[in-house]
């Protein structure tokens, strides 16, 4: 009898060593999570708080996403429109509707997975449940880039700048044919614009502006599409510039946000927009960046603008 025992835990542990005492079973959370978290300083998908789907539990730990339909959070799930936004600081139960939701974290964070492995860090990899990855599902919603990957589970990197562009699994196979094509349906500019899903991208949009520096002044800025912003930040990478120097963005003379400091270091310096007025942008109308110089001595810093749209 101890022979056979002692065969079976042979077994055992040559199937730990070969992966199997760090696959993990998924299934969505139903309680608060301790979603281990690498030891960097905390920042947050946005500095206001989020209206939470009707009836929709939010869970501590959790990966939380956005309803690209409707503007609203919910739990990060395999269904499409969901882009995921970070992981929920608290928990919260909206049975009674009304309730909002502090900032998601973002960072690298620790979660289940199923079908990962070692080899498969820098890996795209996407929801599963709200606390599990995996490089293979149905929707391939974006939860972010594999870190690492140890006995723990799977370090991943959060962030709606991750998170926001569609997985390339989203095509199901044999979904592109030459038959299947109409002439004209892929041109260089389509691609380049995004706009091959009958000329409206899906999912959240991540735009980008550099800011050169030196003298203040206005920057004018045209989308190519209608889009609603729902954040703005700027990480700023050059000249260091005064304490009260700002910069702002403007809706032709309207602000969608509020001032924010463009003053830091010449390497990088986050900067989040502390108020938002919820602001829909029509396809080709002009947005306005404005920077201020404290002692007109034109120092301004340099840096790039970051705009997070929901394609309308």
């Not at 905390?42 to 339909?69: K, P, W």
């Not at 990899?125 to 690492?148: E, F, H, I, K, W």
């Not at 199901?172 to 991208?201: D, I, Q, R």
């Not at 206005?218 to 989308?223: F, G, K, N, V």
Request: glycine share 10%; with cysteine; aromatic share 6%.
């Amino acid at each position: 009898m101890y022979a056979r025992l002692r065969t079976a835990l042979v077994l055992v542990l040559g199937l730990v060593a070969l992966g199997w005492g760090t696959y993990a079973w998924a299934s969505a959370l139903t309680a608060a999570r301790n979603t281990k978290r690498l030891a960097t300083p905390l920042q947050y998908a946005t500095q206001r708080n989020l209206t939470i789907l009707d009836e929709e539990v939010i869970y501590q730990g959790g990966l939380v996403a956005l309803n690209t339909s409707t503007g609203e959070v919910q739990m990060a799930s395999d269904t499409a429109g969901l882009q995921v936004l970070g992981v929920a600081t608290q928990t919260v139960d909206n049975a009674d509707d009304g309730e909002v939701l502090a900032p998601p974290a973002v960072g690298v964070f620790c979660f289940a997975s199923s079908g990962i492995a070692a080899t498969d860090k820098g890996k795209t990899v996407y929801v599963y449940d709200d606390q599990t990855v995996a490089l293979t599902t149905t929707n391939y919603v974006v939860a972010g880039v594999l870190v690492d990957y140890t006995s723990e589970g799977a370090w991943v990197l959060v962030d709606p700048a991750t998170t926001s562009r569609q997985g390339v699994g989203a095509l199901a196979a044999g979904a592109v044919t030459t038959t299947a094509l109409a002439t004209g349906a892929v041109t260089a500019a389509k691609v380049a614009a995004g706009t091959l899903n009958s000329g409206t991208p899906s999912g959240a949009l991540l735009h980008s502006l550099t800011i050169t520096g030196g003298a203040a002044g206005d920057s004018l800025w045209t989308l190519d599409r209608a889009v609603r912003i729902v954040d703005v930040w700027a990480v700023h990478t050059g000249g260091p510039g005064e304490a009260s120097d700002t910069i702002r963005v403007y809706s032709d003379t309207s602000p969608v946000c509020d001032a924010m400091s463009w003053s830091g270091d010449t390497s990088s310096s986050l900067h989040r927009a502390a108020q938002l007025t919820p602001t829909t942008i029509a396809s080709g109308s002009p947005l306005k960046v404005t920077t201020t110089d404290n002692d007109s001595g034109a120092d301004v810093g340099a840096g790039v603008l970051y705009l997070l749209t929901i394609p309308q």
